[in-house]
Every structure is written in C-alpha cells, then in structure tokens.
C-alpha cells in the first residue's frame, strides 16, 4: 500500500509539471481547484511543519487559485490528528501560474487511484446558450449518454471529457449506458445556464456501490472566474493518499461542498 501511495504522488507531481509552466506573455490569473472523486479517509495536510488543512474530509473541494505561481515546499499528509505521515515531505511544489483548470482525485476504470487535470473550457458561448461538459472519471467501461433513441455522447472512456453547446434551460431524462448497450442508470437533471460551462463528472466505483456524480458551473468568457462546486446526493469521500499527491496545490482556506 505505502509503495502504491509513494506512486500516486509521483502521478501528481508529473500532472502538475505539466501545467507549472505559464506561456510566454500569458496574463491570466489562474483558477484551480482540486475536486475529490474517490472514497478514502479524513486527514491532515502540512506546509513546512504546520497544518493548513485539518480534517480534509470526505467530499471536499479546494481553491487553490490564491497560490497560483507560488512554489510550496516540504509539503505533507498525516493521518487526522496525528503525526502520522502518510506521504512526505514532498520537497518542492510548483502551483500553475494561469490558466482555469481542476484536478480531480478518482478512481481509473480499473478502480486504482489517481489525479487527472483538466483544462476547462471558459470559451464564451453563443447568446442564450450554455456549455455542457461531460468528465468520465469513475471506475466503469466506456459508457454513451443516452436521451430518448439519442446518443449524442458515445463511447466516453475514462479519464476523458465530452462537451456540447445547447440552449438555456433544464435538461432531464438523460440516461448512462455502457457503450452500446441498453441504459443502466439515470443521470441527475440539470440546468444549463447561458454563458456558463456546466461540468459534470461521473465518480466513485460502479462495482463498489459509490457511483454518483458531482457538479462544477464555470462562467464562459471569464478564465479567472471561480468554479462553483457541488456534489449530487449520493456520498463521497477522499483517500488521503490522494491529498498527499495533491498536496502541490495545499491552502490554508476550504471551500465547502454545496449540494447541485
């Protein structure tokens, strides 16, 4: 398990590489925001010794935008209460310097554990149209969005995104199936807003009984917008392993899951 966990952060130092360097001339501020899809366990996360985040619990997002360009160092992820490492200290850290991107803690389709970014997409839309973005992010096969005899999303693999442009107004009736194959549960109904990216996100494990889905609405024109975050009924939780990789991004403040 600790070899597994040591492996994990290095996914999430290698993710984070990726998106470190700022373009030339780029002047965006940066958005990120690191959102949990996996079930895990409560724990703590320190920066040079002290605790910034305490108790991360199952569910919770973060808004990392305030360090964005900053480098964190000796970062690390105990047990809650404790001082009990679970990974670290992670020597150096670099924040991305711009851009509007999440990174999302989830299962991969095999069920192990993992940190993927995405960029999204903050291109402004049509006038009274919205953006939705559809994020494969769950321990299940490939899967089609089905709406009545429709497929207008097909053979959505994990970890990949789909996006569509369509009117403002609630959409209902959506089901998820296995690509090609007859619907095997429903997907919440939604709202898409004109001038805003709606982001949903399929998460947990199939098998595991913690399929559900988590919500994210980004305003289109707007790269230094902050996401809004939510989460569907159905329960969540983080593994503090993951939060360790992650702890790239550590902050002092949470921003709390609201209910979509």
Known sequence: MKKALIGLAATAVAAIATFGASPAGAQQAATITLLHGIPGA????????????????????????????????NVEVRTA??????????????????GNVTVVAHLTETGTPTLTPFVNDVSPTPAGQGR???????????????????????????????????????????KIAPTGGAPIADVPAVNIEAGKNLIVYAVGSLSGNTFTYLTQSITTGEAGSLPDTGAESLPLAL????VAGAGIFMVASTRARRTA
């Open 239 to 242: 593994v503090g392993a993951l």
């Open 81 to 98: 209460g404790s001082t009990t490492v679970v990974i670290g200290p992670i020597p150096s850290l670099a924040v991305p310097a711009s």
């Open 132 to 174: 939705l973005t559809v994020r494969h992010t769950a321990a299940a096969p490939a899967v089609d969005i089905v709406v009545g005899t429709a497929r207008p999303i097909t053979n959505l693999s994990n970890p990949n995104e789909a996006k569509l442009t369509l009117p403002a107004g609630p959409l209902s009736g959506a």
């Open 42 to 73: 409560t724990v703590d996360v320190a920066v040079n010794g002290q605790v910034v985040i305490p108790n991360f619990a199952p569910g919770a997002t973060q808004d990392l935008s305030s360090f964005a360009g900053q480098t964190l160092t």
